[in-house]
C-alpha cells in the first residue's frame, strides 16, 4: 500500500515564485490535511478538508491555498513564496476524526 | 485542544521499559488522547489512542488515570529504533490536531 505519498521530497525556490506541493491517498481517507514543521518545533496545521469540495483554514494559513477536488488529492500552493515559509512540510489523511492519521514522508522546502 | 505538558527528553536504556508521562489537566469527557512519535525527520506515526480505559496494541500501551488529567506511554521493551520524538496530543477535533514540543526519548545500549 502507498498510503500517503508527498511529492517532489525536496525543492528550492526563489522569493517570489509559486509552486504546488502534491499530496495523495490511495485510502480512500475524507480527512486530509496540511502541516509545516520549522526546526526544533512541533507540526503547525496550515490548512485541512473534511471531504472533497470542503476546505478550511488551521492555524498558520497566510499565504498557502488549497483545493480537493477529489477525495486522494490535496495539493498546497504557495503563490508567492517568501523566506519565512522555508521548512518542512507533511501531509495526513485519516477515515474519520476521531481516528488515527497517517502522514507523508515530507516535502523540504527552502525559499531563498 | 486540551492543553498537554510533557518532559522535554527522557533517557532510557535498551530491553527496558520507557514510561512517557503527559498531562492534560483540561480534558474535556469526550476528548481522545492520542500519541504519535517522530523518527528523525520523517512523517509522525500513530502509536495509540484511548479515553478512559487503558489501551495495547502491539506498539504500546497507553495507561490513562481515572480523572483523566493525567497518561503515560508504556513501551514495554525499547530497542534503538524506538528513539524518536513522542506527542501526546488531546484534540477536541480534527482542525484542532495540533503537536506540541513532545519528548525526546533517547533510548541507549
Redesign the interface.
Same mark, same amino acid.
Given at each position: 500500500n502507498a498510503g500517503?505519498t508527498q511529492t517532489p521530497k525536496f525543492q528550492v525556490l526563489k522569493t517570489g515564485q509559486s509552486m504546488t506541493l502534491q499530496c495523495a491517498q490511495d485510502m480512500n481517507h475524507e480527512?486530509m490535511?496540511w502541516?509545516r514543521q520549522d526546526p @526544533?518545533?512541533?507540526?503547525?496545521?496550515i490548512h485541512?478538508s473534511?471531504g472533497a469540495g470542503i476546505t478550511?483554514q @488551521? #492555524?498558520v494559513p497566510n499565504g498557502y491555498n488549497v483545493s480537493r477536488s477529489t477525495t486522494e488529492d490535496f495539493p498546497l500552493r504557495l503563490l508567492s513564496a517568501a523566506p519565512s515559509q522555508t521548512s518542512?512540510y507533511?501531509c &495526513?489523511s485519516?477515515s474519520d476524526?476521531?481516528t #488515527? &492519521?497517517?502522514? @507523508?514522508? @515530507?516535502t523540504r522546502l527552502t525559499v531563498v | 485542544d486540551a492543553k498537554t505538558t510533557q518532559p522535554t527528553s527522557m533517557d532510557c536504556a535498551e530491553g527496558r521499559a520507557a514510561n512517557l508521562p503527559c498531562n492534560h489537566s483540561t480534558i474535556s469527557g469526550n476528548e481522545?488522547v492520542?500519541w504519535?512519535r517522530q523518527i528523525h525527520?520523517?512523517?509522525?506515526?500513530?502509536i495509540i489512542?484511548g479515553l478512559k480505559n487503558n489501551e495495547t496494541n502491539e506498539m504500546a500501551s497507553l495507561i490513562i488515570t481515572e480523572d483523566r488529567k493525567s497518561s503515560t506511554l508504556i513501551l514495554p521493551h525499547a530497542t534503538l529504533r524506538d528513539t524518536a520524538v513522542y506527542?501526546c496530543i488531546a484534540p477536541s %477535533?480534527?482542525? !484542532?490536531? !495540533?503537536? %506540541?514540543?513532545?519528548t525526546m526519548l533517547l533510548v541507549s545500549p
Open positions: 500517503v480527512y490535511s502541516y @526544533g518545533m512541533g507540526l503547525r496545521l485541512y473534511v478550511d @488551521g #492555524e518542512v507533511f &495526513a485519516s476524526s476521531d #488515527e &492519521a497517517f502522514f @507523508g514522508q @515530507g | 481522545y492520542y504519535y525527520s520523517q512523517g509522525p506515526q500513530y489512542h506527542y %477535533g480534527y482542525s !484542532t490536531l !495540533t503537536f %506540541g514540543k513532545g
